[in-house]
């Protein structure tokens, strides 16, 4: 079992749609989240960084997690073309040795 | 603030030379991390660096690959004797202090 896994999509939605996106982990030591979102040939861009349970607003993003059911997920108001991305789970494993990925959800937002 | 550097961008390598990657990290941080991407799949983890340490290096494969960070200086990647295999993508990540952690725009590696 991966620790962190994704659905890789791709999650096709209109713009202007609210966007849900999630992953689950299996670690119940993980504590530490981030969601970066990747465009096609660049670096993972941070988008939010959240610890524990409960929600993180920025802008037009929500960051929720859930510990009880191990479950993160990522809200995109008012989506745009430009969301269209891949979109990256992440946890800091054991000590911060490593950011453990998921697989990644690709979002396509068509105009 | 400059982001995280690296370079080259894009880097061409016939089968048998060497590669090397370099990376920069934002100021301040002194935790580094490599990670590999082939088209269509994840990030995996390489290496885990602090100045003139190896903290983790469980992802690197064990023969060909090696990585540091020295004192002064960028934190290089280094591939011996590459294979058409290693061409990817390879990133590199900055962290101040086990907090956020911030990715450069990658190296593409494509060995010919």
Known sequence: ?111 | NAGVMQNPRHLVRRRGQEARLRCSPMKGHSHVYWYRQLPEEGLKFMVYLQKENIIDESGMPKERFSAEFPKEGPSILRIQQVVRGDSAAYFCASSPEKTEAFFGQGTRLTVV
Do not use: H
């Open chain 1, 1 to 111: 079992q991966k620790e962190v896994e994704q659905d890789p999509g791709p999650l096709s939605v209109p713009e202007g749609a609210i966007v849900s996106l999630n992953c689950t982990y299996s670690n119940s030591a993980f504590q530490y989240f981030m969601w970066y979102r990747q465009y096609s040939r660049k670096g993972p861009e941070l988008l939010m960084y959240t610890y524990s349970s409960g929600n993180k607003e920025d802008g037009r993003f929500t960051a929720q997690v859930d510990k009880s059911s191990k479950y993160i997920s990522l809200f995109i108001r008012d989506s745009q073309p430009s969301d269209s991305a891949t979109y990256l789970c992440a946890s800091w494993g054991t000590g911060f040795q490593k950011l453990v990925f998921g697989t990644g959800t690709r979002l396509l937002v068509s105009p």
